[in-house]
């Protein structure tokens, strides 16, 4: 029998205590799925600043590049695929799928890093193809998000459904950048970084959600015993006629609106990624920002730093009670407050209290905060101040983007040959402020780039992996232009002495030095890196800024139009096709870029911006072209 879902018959949105709280055991679980996925998505990201130059720029953008032009081609299959046989099917062959695909992409990584040779191992054909498989059951997943919901939330509710679309998108990213680096900093020994983990971690959560999902999750509030509802989005959901998948590909194409917001969200394809891929690699690489800075990894407040006795999780577990029990007290006297001001600044102050703690997260959690925020706000206003409409909220983030990429082409900065932080000041001579001036009888050194480049290529003895000792395995060669022992390279007869010289200004007067070469005896694909960081030119805040404000306007955006103008224009029949079509835009908008800025940043990265200036700009403007469009009964 089914169970009405009905509280007040006046209100479409007024459901009953049943129907709200089945329809939180389908969405929260499917929430969870789809943040696992984004963990088993942007660990590509993770795995390359790990692995350095084992993975160059340039493969790491064709891998990524690769992969996202599979998953918007992809949409067009498995969009109309997912409007024939629901939602539910769909999520459970994307958790399945991605979960093969990463544990496929862990063991070649495993077995790259343990070869003779792992920079002579064509990462770039491999990974490509393993993450195009992985990126192609990731496609069904973002079209059955969208078709599930479409039956089970009204259109006046959809847009607080963007707010938590796009906080399921941020937890992913927060999964993704934070949580994939605390798996490698829990099983990390000494200098020996288990890669292949950050693929393996999100398989196993993504069998977890599949069981879960499996048990949970339906397509419609029938198949969970009750009434289906009136979405009020002008489609008959289950009655209309099948309409043939290329024809309704076309149908959603020749939708001015939807045509529209395709091409705002390709544009929002290239700037989502060529901020959130492209940070954590120019704070590495140039910046070589320590691990603990916001931009990379972040730092939790630990027991003994905040006075606390026991282990150090306590700290960390002091931080969240306080924030998010003064978080959940202030959510209840809004909730308790008369509508107006005062109920919205408590409410405010509580989302506020319950994301601050993530800040100590690093990228991940700079990115969650921003999309938590970006997304909430983006589908509030377009709901309460213009009548669901959402090209306003869009545009109003778009304009804020374009300030905000403008901004970034004079927030870069840059290095100095100089030390600004040391890693551990008690197995190092270096200090602050010291000024490198010659490096192995190497003294023209301009930045820290030229610092790096002199310190590790001081040739080192090659020798074969301890593993493979015995084998018969002929020892490697030093290569001098990749500064690097290379299999490729006969044996060469290196002897180093341990330390290497260099000299460094100081206050007093230059000071020679012999900095101790934990790299003296290397294997292939080894690299020598110094034990500190440069001084920047510019502070990196102001990179932090600009990074935060951008993100919480192009997540939010996408979240809004990808997560709920599709489904508003769509209808429950089309509903995954149309969001098939956007996000397909939305990933070969992030294909370009990946393959584009892989090239540039190679060559420059001031060309980073200004690559994506543009792309803001346009994306401003169409908004414009739809500011007053609203769906109603007729559809599209």
């Known amino acids: 029998m089914l169970v009405s879902n009905v509280a007040n018959t006046a209100d479409p949105t007024d459901h009953s205590a049943a129907y709200r709280f089945r329809r939180f055991l389908n969405w929260f679980p499917l929430g969870l799925a789809y943040a696992f996925l984004y963990m088993g998505r942007y660990n590509l990201t993770v795995a390359k600043t790990n692995l350095g130059e084992l993975m160059s720029k340039e493969e790491f953008g064709t891998i990524f590049a690769i992969g996202t032009w599979v998953y918007g081609l992809s949409f067009l299959v498995n969009g109309p695929l997912t409007d024939k046989v629901g939602g539910r099917r769909s999520m459970l062959v994307a958790l399945a799928g991605s979960a093969v695909a990463n544990v496929a992409m862990g063991l070649f990584i495993r077995s790259m890093l343990n070869s003779a040779d792992p920079g002579a191992v064509r990462v770039s054909l491999w990974m490509s193809v393993l993450y195009g498989i992985n990126m192609y059951f990731q496609s069904f997943a973002a079209v059955a998000i969208v078709k599930v919901n479409a039956s089970w939330f009204h259109l006046r509710e959809r847009g607080a459904f963007s707010g938590i679309f796009g906080t399921m998108i ?29 693929f393996f971690a999100p398989a196993l959560l993504l069998g977890i959600a599949l069981f879960t999902e499996f048990s949970l999750l339906r397509d419609r509030p029938s198949e969970a015993g009750l009434v289906d509802i009136d979405t009020g989005d002008g489609g008959d959901g289950r009655n209309e006629p099948a309409v043939p998948a290329l024809e309704m590909v076309r149908k959603i194409l020749r939708h001015p609106v939807l045509l529209t917001i395709a091409l705002i969200e390709f544009c929002t394809g290239v700037l ?19 691990s603990s800075h916001v931009l990379m990894y972040g730092h939790w407040a630990t027991a003994s730093e905040l006075g606390l006795p026991g282990p150090d999780w306590v700290g960390i577990v002091a931080v969240l009670s306080a924030a998010w029990g003064a978080s959940v007290a202030l959510f209840m006297l809004a909730k308790n407050a008369p509508a107006g001001i005062r109920a919205r600044v408590l409410a405010t102050s509580g989302l506020f209290c319950a994301l601050v703690p993530f800040l100590q997260g690093g990228w991940g959690g700079l990115l969650f905060v921003a999309g938590v925020i970006g997304g909430n706000v983006a589908g509030y206003v377009s709901d309460l101040f213009f009548q669901s409409r959402r090209a306003p909220a869009a545009g109003g983030l778009y304009f804020g983007l374009t300030l905000g990429i403008v901004a970034m082409i004079f927030s870069l900065g840059g290095t100095l040959p100089q030390v600004g932080w040391v890693k551990d000041p008690a197995k190092t001579d270096l200090r602050p402020g010291d000024t490198f001036t010659e490096i192995a009888g190497i003294s023209d050194l301009k930045d820290w780039q030229d610092v790096s480049s002199a310190f590790a290529c001081v040739p080192a003895k090659c020798v074969v992996p301890k593993r493979l000792e015995g084998t018969g395995l002929t020892a490697p060669g030093w290569d001098g232009d990749a500064c690097t022992c290379s299999s490729s390279i006969a044996p060469t007869d290196v002897q180093s002495p341990g330390f290497i010289s260099a000299v460094v200004q100081r206050a007093d007067g230059p000071q020679k030095l012999a900095i101790k070469d934990s790299k003296a005896t290397q294997t292939a694909g080894d690299r020598r890196t110094l034990p500190v960081g440069p001084a920047l030119t510019l502070s990196p805040v102001f990179l932090v800024m600009v990074s935060f404000i951008v993100s919480l306007c192009v997540i939010g955006t996408h979240g809004l139009l990808s997560g709920t103008a599709t489904m508003d224009f769509g209808g429950r029949r089309s509903a995954a096709t149309a969001v098939g079509v956007i996000d397909g835009f939305v990933y070969l908008g992030s294909g370009l870029q990946a393959w584009a800025l892989g090239v540039l940043t190679t060559k420059d990265w001031s060309y980073w911006p200004l690559f994506l200036l543009p792309f803001a700009v346009v994306g401003s403007l169409l908004c414009l072209r739809i500011w007053d469009a609203k769906p109603g009964k007729g559809g599209h």
């Open 170 to 198: 941020s937890s992913g990213i927060f999964f993704a950048y934070t949580g994939n680096q605390w798996v490698l900093d829990v099983f990390r020994t000494g200098d020996v970084v288990p890669v292949e983990l950050v």
């Open 272 to 290: 989502r990624q060529g901020i959130m891929q492209w940070v954590p690699v120019y704070a590495k690489e140039v910046l070589v920002l320590p």
